[in-house]
């Protein structure tokens, strides 16, 4: 970490952080089980900001060519984090369990041919990493966003500031900022005040 | 640094696996077929001569291999499965060419009564308790998932489905009917998004 791998104390997993990644001040990494997939190596492929958190099993699949930014006091929950080029958080964001964000998933029409040689390239990989299903589309959350559990955010989707994605959500097309969106597939159900400070449910 | 993937043997102990027990002994496995973790097994109980059986060049990894005593599970050649869940009380049978992305769950049953009496007495032989050899019926109907079939991220394939060579799943569809062959199906509850063109 910031150039050296580190083993984090009290670890259940036999595991250590990748060198390539980058945290700010008390960032908090529950575990090195969500690296083991963290194939990245761009230089940081990951960044966590001051005060972020990857609490449980959130799980980083990162590509080689892969980047994932997090912004500071984002909180990571049992999340995963699926990419091949470009994945960026912003900060104070909220991220449940069962949640997906990834910028590959199939293009329509793919065909059986190719998605066959998806899996024989995995099948002959010794770490049996996956290529790209598909032309990544960034992600981007911008911040103050706040997804529910089980969401999947789909490739090229951005996530506008101070949004709210209900539970099980599904995301194909950008959120504008304070909706919020719930369904699958996802449509917006009303707008919050920005300015709001009160409101708890 | 462990290794990420082991060869799936029967009965083997993984080195370094973290969690720490061996592999069953009634699976069956192809060459080049690997897996990460005996925890795969956790919720594993089948009770036949061979409750797994799997071809070859197949990856599995954090999946929940759950079947119950009379149950199995098939999969076919270059299968990918990724921190899915397959809970099978009868059959799941998965082709050649299928990928199962993270989060999806199959399973093929309800695996208790949807008759509110006989759910009551399901939770009392279930109980520390009860007899669990006097839970009431409950159906158990085969899923078939044909070769080249994606399934998404987060998407769900209930009991008695059978999804056509060479569909589509999209990420967080909740399939509860048969997909014809090459269809994309989306939503929830999963509807044809596309008609298959082979």
Redesign the interface.
């Known amino acids: 970490m910031n150039g050296a791998s580190l083993q984090l104390a009290h670890d259940?997993?036999?595991?250590?952080l990748p060198a390539n990644i980058e945290v700010g001040e008390d960032v908090y990494i529950d575990t090195s089980?969500g690296f083991?997939?963290f194939f990245s190596e761009e230089n940081p492929g990951l960044v966590l900001g001051d005060g972020a958190g990857a609490y449980s099993l959130t799980?980083f699949?990162v590509q080689p060519t892969g980047r994932v930014s997090i912004g500071s006091y984002s909180c990571l929950n049992g999340t995963?984090v699926?990419c091949s080029d470009h994945i960026s958080i912003g900060a104070h964001c909220l991220l449940s369990w069962?949640v997906?964000l990834?910028d590959t998933?199939?293009s329509?029409g793919?065909t059986?041919a190719s998605?066959?040689s998806?899996?024989?390239a995995?099948?002959d990989d010794s770490?049996?990493r996956?290529p790209c299903f598909s032309e990544p589309r960034p992600v981007t959350l911008e911040d103050n966003v706040w997804v529910g559990f089980?969401a999947?955010i789909?490739p090229g989707v951005t996530l506008g500031q101070g949004c709210i994605v209900g539970c099980?959500?599904?995301v194909h097309e950008d959120v504008p900022p304070y909706a919020v969106v719930v369904g699958?597939?996802a449509r917006v159900v009303r707008f919050l005040d920005p300015n709001e400070t009160t409101r708890s449910a | 640094m462990t290794a990420l993937f082991h060869p799936l043997v029967p009965g083997a102990w993984l080195p370094g696996d973290w969690f720490h027990r061996s592999l069953p002994t009634n699976i069956m496995a192809g060459e080049n077929t690997v897996i990460d973790s005996s925890f795969c097994f956790k919720h594993y109980y089948a009770a036949d001569s061979i409750g797994l059986r799997v071809g070859h060049h197949v990856t599995i990894w954090r999946t929940n291999l759950a079947v119950e005593s009379g149950g199995m599970i098939e999969i076919g050649d270059f299968c990918y499965l990724t921190n899915a869940s397959l809970i099978c009380s009868g059959r799941i049978t998965l082709g050649s060419h299928v990928f199962v992305a993270g989060g999806a769950t199959i399973v093929d049953s309800d695996f208790h009564p949807i008759a509110p009496a006989a759910r009551m007495a399901d939770t009392i032989a279930l109980s520390s308790r009860g007899d669990r050899t006097r839970r009431p019926h409950i159906e158990s109907r085969p899923v078939v998932i044909e070769d080249d079939v994606w399934i998404g991220y987060n998407a769900t394939i209930l009991k008695g489905v059978r999804i056509g060579k060479g569909a589509i799943i999209a990420p967080g569809a909740v399939v509860t009917h048969d997909v014809p062959p090459g269809a994309t199906v989306a939503g929830n509850p999963a509807c044809l998004m596309e008609q298959g063109t082979t």
């Open positions: 259940w997993y036999p595991g250590q089980y083991s997939g799980t699949l995963f699926i069962g997906v990834t998933w199939l329509p793919s059986a998605r066959r998806i899996l024989r995995a099948a770490l049996r996956l089980n999947v789909l099980h959500t599904i699958n597939p």
